[in-house]
């Protein structure tokens, strides 16, 4: 048995995951082992131990009722594709473009760092569920974590605790995760799939992406493959609702990269010109897909919250995030005013005179350098009260289209079985994210990966504000509206509004008719000559 003390009673009886945590607390050393129930309570008691270990800091509690600030390591500010690994028995099997370690390896390599990590530290059981609870089409996680900003970030973006282990019942099909900030080293940094086993290992980090493991780690990487084995698919997509004044539903799903627009996307509201049109936010960044028994396709947005990058983020670009912001979020990374009020570039107002920066250095106006990181986020969970009438969502689980072919292949072409699909590249050139689109912020370093494409998928008999195609007039105002919402600030050059069209008439926006088609060419000429 394991020296750590057991600072909560286990919630489960589940054999195979009390074997599982013994067998993790003695690699990692804890000094006690707190089981998070998801509770009010519990979250009141994680906040104060995390006020009180420096990990969060109060913001002004009469502008932002139960909202809290925390600044992350300097080396530590966003996801790290380059040390994130799919470890699959072949190389082949994850993907041409994913970074692949044997198991043995990984295992092997990880084990080390793990051992002792959590010496005089808490191991905190998460226990959480993706999807709706209840739901066959739901997956459970555990994650064990030596953070109690993990802890109290899972409670936001998961369905997490006691219902979570009630869920699981004494299965064993859950994906086990281990995550441990270490020393917050980037020579010490790894984040590993295993696939065939459904684990996830995370270590030396402590910035959202890397470790609150349900998200990008099961809900897309790990969820790719068991979509794969079990036939449905997890993809990095937004997921919206557009209502006629007649009260017709269609759904639309919309993949993009990050920090480029999902969210925005995802909270639009309908420019003024669509009186009567409402648009229904179901999720803004990850998308299950299934084909029903009914032959439609379904999706279900399995996060439970809304996770987003604050720097841009206005009244104007987008009300429905600003509003929802407003109360139970934890911000990062982002400026802070004299008042212990939040900032960042592209909020409304004046830009005030002085600053605490992301980095907690004094800042003033004019300054050269961003008071607020580029990455800064925002996390609010969307069943807080208030969230669902702001953000006006409909149901969980969305119908995307009919008459959808069975079964797809999985393989590049997988969307295309199922739905019509139109993409288009986006070009973004020196936008300093460096996770996912191979730039270090010091410029182009080649072509974009493939999930660097914007597509939207369009059904037969569905559309994004079929307005657009019916009132041909309006097609100038409308693209100045949408571009407004969709784009981001500062990102005009690299985000170009993607042509909506229905199946026998095309609405431009943006663009002028044909442009399109030139375009696309210069951009493969300038992608080759990146590449050169």
Not at 387 to 411: I, S
Request: proline share 6%.
């Amino acid at each position: 048995m394991t020296s750590a003390t057991v600072g909560t009673k286990p919630l489960t009886n589940n054999k195979t995951l009390l074997a599982w945590i013994e067998e993790s607390a003695k690699l990692t050393k804890p000094d006690q082992i707190v089981w998070c129930d998801g509770s009010e309570d519990e979250h009141r008691r994680l906040t104060e131990i995390a006020l009180a270990q420096g990990v969060l800091e109060p913001l002004n509690q009469e502008k932002l009722p139960g909202c809290y600030y925390s600044r992350s390591n300097p080396n530590d500010v966003a996801r790290v594709e380059h040390l994130t690994f799919i470890c699959t028995p072949t190389k082949e099997q994850a993907g041409p473009t994913n970074n692949w370690m044997a198991p043995a390896e990984a295992y092997k390599k990880l084990s080390n760092l793990f051992d002792g990590s959590m010496k005089g530290r808490t191991m905190y059981v998460v226990p959480y569920v993706m999807g709706p609870l209840g739901s066959q089409s739901s997956k459970i996680g555990i994650e064990l974590t030596d953070s109690v900003y993990v802890a109290l970030n899972m409670r936001i973006m998961t369905r997490m605790g006691k219902k979570a282990i009630e869920m699981l019942g004494d299965r064993d099909d859950f994906n086990r995760g281990l995550h441990s900030t270490l020393d917050v080293n980037p020579e010490r940094r790894f984040i590993c799939h295993f696939p065939q086993d459904n684990t996830i290992w995370s270590v030396g980090s402590g910035y959202g992406g890397n470790v609150l493991l349900g998200k990008k780690c099961l809900a897309l990487r790990i969820g790719s493959y068991l979509g794969k084995q079990e036939g449905w698919l997890a993809e990095h997509m937004l997921i919206l609702g557009v209502e006629s004044p007649e009260g017709e539903m269609t759904y639309v799903a919309a993949a993009f990269p990050s920090a480029c627009g999902k969210t925005n996307f995802a909270m639009l509201i309908p420019p003024k010109r669509f009186n009567g049109w409402k648009v229904h936010t179901v999720g803004d960044d990850i998308a299950w897909m299934r084909v029903g028994q009914d032959g439609r396709l379904y999706a279900v947005n399995p996060e439970a919250g809304y996770f987003g990058v604050a720097p841009g983020t206005s009244m104007k670009s987008n009300p429905n995030a600003m509003k929802s912001v407003q109360k139970n979020t934890l911000f990062t990374n982002v400026a802070l005013t004299k008042d212990r009020d939040v900032w960042w570039e592209g909020k409304d107002g004046e830009v005030p005179e002085e600053l605490t920066d992301w980095q907690g250095k004094p800042w003033k106006k004019g300054s050269k350098d961003k008071a607020a990181h580029q990455l800064a986020l925002h996390r609010a969970c969307d069943q807080q009260p208030g969230a669902l009438e702001v953000l006006g969502r409909p149901e969980r689980r969305a119908h995307l289209g009919d008459h959808l072919r069975w079964p797809p292949r999985f393989d590049g072409a997988a969307r295309r079985a199922v739905v019509q699909l139109d993409s288009r590249r986006l070009l973004r050139r020196d936008d300093g994210l460096g996770d996912d689109r191979r730039c270090n912020g010091q410029g182009w370093r080649g072509p974009p990966r493939p999930d660097g494409h914007a597509a939207v998928l369009r059904l037969r008999h569905g559309h994004v504000l079929p307005a657009l195609a019916r009132h041909a007039e309006a097609r100038a105002a409308a693209a100045e509206d949408l571009h407004g919402q969709l784009v981001p600030p500062g990102r005009e050059r690299q985000v170009r509004v993607a042509g909506i069209r229905r199946e026998h008439a095309r609405a431009q926006v943006g663009d002028r008719p044909g442009a399109w088609q030139g375009r696309r060419q210069r951009d493969a000429d300038r992608l080759g000559s990146a590449a050169g």
